[in-house]
């Protein structure tokens, strides 16, 4: 059985953060590699015309909302 234990930021331990966090990244990593698979059979099916480029380096774009949010 799988449950879910709730914590609040900033008041739950560090070890709960730390895999709250964990968890959150494989959920990303899991969403790009479904991107990729995605975008993989496009462009294989497409052939050669018009490929579409997938960027999965998020370190501008998390500088650009970071910057947007300090503003």
């Known amino acids: 059985m799988q449950s ?7 008041y739950a331990g560090h070890d709960h ?3 709250s966090f964990a968890q ?17 059979h496009y462009n294989e099916i497409r052939g ?3 490929v579409i480029q ?3 380096d998020f370190s501008e774009d998390v500088a ?3 910057i947007a949010r300090a503003a």
């Open 4 to 10: 879910t234990i709730w914590g609040v930021l900033g």
């Open 17 to 19: 953060m730390a895999n």
């Open 24 to 40: 959150r990244r494989e959920q990303i990593i899991g969403d790009c590699c479904r991107l990729k698979t995605d975008v993989d």
């Open 48 to 50: 050669d015309e018009d």
């Open 54 to 56: 997938l960027v999965l």
């Open 64 to 66: 650009e909302r970071e």
